[in-house]
């Protein structure tokens, strides 16, 4: 486990987490694959809301990859496929 990647991506989800709070929701971390892939969980209103790909890809995946280069993706666990 790379345990400065897992800090970077924490950081990064602390600058968007105010913004989900706000909504009634929550994000953490889960997972960092072998490929690069930031696996979360979306938690509260975001799990359930029409919006959550749209949060997934335009808030969450974006700050991520932003902040920390070496992440290729961001998936939450808990979306259907085809949200």
């Known amino acids: 486990?790379?345990?400065d990647l897992?800090?970077?991506i924490e950081d990064a989800l602390k600058?968007?987490?105010p913004f989900l709070e706000a909504?009634?929701?929550n994000v953490t971390l889960v997972d960092v694959t072998d490929d690069h892939v930031a696996r979360v969980k979306l938690h509260g209103s975001c799990s359930t809301c029409n919006m959550s790909m749209?949060?997934?890809k335009a808030g969450v995946e974006e700050t991520v990859k932003k902040a920390v280069k070496e992440i290729k993706a961001v998936e939450a666990?808990?979306?259907p496929v085809n949200a």
């Open 54 to 56: 749209m949060t997934m």
């Open 23 to 25: 909504d009634g929701g």
């Open 15 to 17: 600058q968007i987490r």
């Open 1 to 3: 486990m790379n345990n």
């Open 6 to 8: 897992y800090e970077r």
């Open 77 to 79: 666990i808990n979306l």
